[in-house]
């Protein structure tokens, strides 16, 4: 049976992801099964380079066309970018597969949606393989504009990237998180930065709008930052952001990493936690009690979206305190249990 279109494009990323999880170890259950069907179908993909920057500033507009199983540039083929009915620039691909183009951001703030395309002309004949077109945020803001940067996975998605990559099935949001975030976006601009590859970006924004979230720069990881670690990855884009922007205010996220880098940049670190109450080993719980001892006291740990509205909007606390005690009291009872 023939596949849709959209869904063989979303393949060469799935294919990456895949390698990934090789390269690191053992094959998860189900990815060898993936990655066999679809292996044959391979094709081209063009991502876009999110931007944040002030009125005026001089920013690259940035794109690459990359495709096969290595997700490899592809050569000599003309990006075009357009902004609304306007074509800004036309740059063929280098041996990457990057085409970046410099620009003068508009004086005026606000959210420039710029179209990223293949020129028709250099499209292959055959309408199944011809590459979509897709979107290129600029967000200009003013210096002083309060931020909120806010993660992705097991964050707003409530599954891990890997329900993304088959489609979306199974890639729901975390419940009241739409509201939490359409509520802070009123005062603040959102920042969607996740440690997912450049390869997802797409993915990810399709996710985004089609599930009613907030317009914002979504600026993702490469390989490389993949696999050096995520709070590596969101300390170096937070710094590089507040070269800029002074008024980073909010941080949410999943991982005690990244929670530490938000708070050690004086935001707001909110910690939304989930525990598997189901495993039956004490160690993993006095792990994960040890980790949440050693964040700093201005941390807020949560386990969902109602608490996080309260610690934004209410101004409670909820520092990690009551979830290391917790955990620590799960693992005794499991020790005894062991010992009966």
């Known amino acids: 049976m023939a596949m849709p279109r959209a869904t063989r494009h979303i393949f060469p990323a799935l294919a990456a992801a895949a390698v990934l999880v090789a390269a690191a170890g053992p094959l998860r259950a189900g990815f060898g099964d993936i990655l066999r069907r679809v292996r044959d179908e391979l094709g081209r993909v063009l991502l876009a380079r999110d ?3 002030r009125p005026g500033e001089e920013v690259a507009l940035a794109a ?12 000599g083929v003309r990006i075009q970018f357009h902004l609304q009915e306007r074509r800004l620039a036309q740059v063929a691909s280098g041996s990457d597969g990057d085409a970046a183009v410099g620009w003068t951001a508009p004086a005026e703030p606000g959210d420039y949606r710029i179209r990223v395309r293949v020129k028709p002309a250099d499209q292959p004949a055959n309408e199944d393989d011809r590459v979509p077109p ?9 210096p002083d ?3 909120a940067i806010v993660d992705l996975d097991k964050t707003l998605v409530a599954s891990g990237f890997h329900r993304v990559l088959l489609g979306g099935g199974g890639a729901e ?3 009241g998180s739409r509201t939490v975030l359409a509520r802070l976006a009123r005062t603040h601009t959102l920042v969607y930065l996740t440690h ?3 390869f997802l970006g797409p993915t990810s924004k399709t996710w985004l709008d089609g599930h009613g979230y907030p317009l914002g720069p979504v600026l993702t990881s490469t390989l490389g930052g993949l696999i050096r670690g995520s709070g590596r990855y ?4 937070l710094t590089e952001i507040a070269r800029t922007f002074k008024t980073l205010k909010v941080g949410i996220g999943d991982k005690v990493s990244d929670a530490r880098a938000y708070a050690a940049r004086g935001l707001t670190s909110v910690l939304i936690l989930h525990v598997d109450w189901s495993e039956d080993d004490p160690e993993d719980y006095e792990d994960l009690a040890d980790d949440l001892a050693d964040l700093p006291e201005t941390v807020h740990v949560v386990t969902n979206w109602s608490a996080v509205a309260e610690v934004l909007f209410e101004g409670a606390s909820r520092p990690a305190g009551p979830m290391v005690r917790r955990l620590r009291r799960v693992a005794s009872e499991l020790r005894r249990r062991g010992e009966d």
């Open 51 to 53: 931007v944040l920057c």
């Open 64 to 75: 690459s066309l990359r495709g096969g199983f290595r997700l490899e540039g592809v050569e």
């Open 134 to 142: 897709t979107r290129l945020l600029v967000a200009v803001r003013k």
């Open 145 to 147: 504009v309060p931020l």
């Open 173 to 175: 949001p975390m419940a």
């Open 196 to 198: 997912r590859p450049d």
């Open 234 to 237: 969101k300390s170096r884009r």
